[in-house]
Antibody, heavy 122, light 108 residues
Framework: EGQLVESGGAVVQPGGSLRLSCAAS????????MHWVRHAPGKGLEWVSV????????NFADSVKGRFTISRDNSKSSLYLQMTNLRPEDTAIYFC???????????????WGQGTLVTVSS | ETVMTQSPATLSVSPGERATLSCRAS??????VAWYQQRHGQAPRLLIY???ARATGIPARFSGSGSGTEFTLTISSLQSEDFAVYYC??????????FGQGTKVEVK
């Protein structure tokens, strides 16, 4: 299933920006769609964004649309989440997760990183 | 958006006992549901996919069932490491992929 390691979490003021990274290893990164999922304090899991294996298609939850962008560098086996205009309600642990099939989007998430904490507070 | 509703929010069970967790979808999702376990401070772990298939390395005490709108995760005999939060997720109607709000399984 490989390994996923997130980084980049920090404390940031409302309105600020942050870029999260997810380093993948142990599998063919360029064959899998990748997701970002977040877990806010006291709440359940919330899907945030997806990018296809070739970066050609992206999609976002309504709660982050227009503020977050997702990208990937297959040459570096890395996934990114650029977050702008951050709000207190974006405070959460952010996980990257692998789609459960090669070259597809229709499945579950079969491998997750340990997460990185983003805190939006003044 | 397909809303996933889990019940109960908290389940108190003694070690060795059976735990039954429920998940209801707001519309039919066939068997396109997965279950995840999240221990405190850890990443979610895939347990069940396609409503009833166990993921690699998942013990046989975990089983899933259901189709359409009603789904169940059963843990036949709770071990100490099973006390955690469990989430169901639908992957039938996306985006967005949606999760239930979670069921916490705690020691009775």
């Amino acid at each position: 299933e490989g390994q996923l390691v997130e980084s980049g979490g920090a404390v940031v003021q409302p309105g600020g920006s942050l870029r999260l990274s997810c380093a993948a290893s142990g599998f063919r990164f360029d064959a899998y769609a990748m997701h970002w999922v977040r877990h806010a304090p006291g709440k359940g899991l919330e899907w945030v964004s997806v990018i296809t294996w070739d970066g050609g298609i992206t999609n976002f939850a309504d709660s982050v649309k227009g503020r977050f962008t997702i990208s990937r560098d297959n040459s570096k086996s890395s996934l990114y989440l650029q977050m702008t205009n951050l709000r207190p309600e974006d405070t959460a642990i952010y996980f990257c997760a692998r789609a459960g099939e090669m070259y597809g989007l229709t499945k579950w998430f079969d491998s997750w990183g340990q997460g990185t904490l983003v805190t939006v507070s003044s | 958006e397909t809303v996933m509703t889990q019940s109960p929010a908290t389940l108190s069970v003694s070690p060795g006992e059976r735990a039954t967790l429920s998940c209801r979808a707001s519309q039919s999702i066939a068997t396109n549901v997965a279950w995840y376990q999240q221990r405190h401070g850890q990443a979610p772990r895939l347990l069940i996919y396609g409503a009833s298939a166990r993921a690699t390395g998942i013990p046989a005490r975990f089983s899933g069932s259901g189709s359409g709108t009603e789904f169940t995760l059963t843990i036949s005999s709770l071990q100490s490491e099973d006390f955690a939060v469990y989430y169901c997720q639908q992957f039938n109607n996306w985006p967005p992929w949606t999760f239930g709000q979670g069921t916490k399984v705690e020691v009775k």
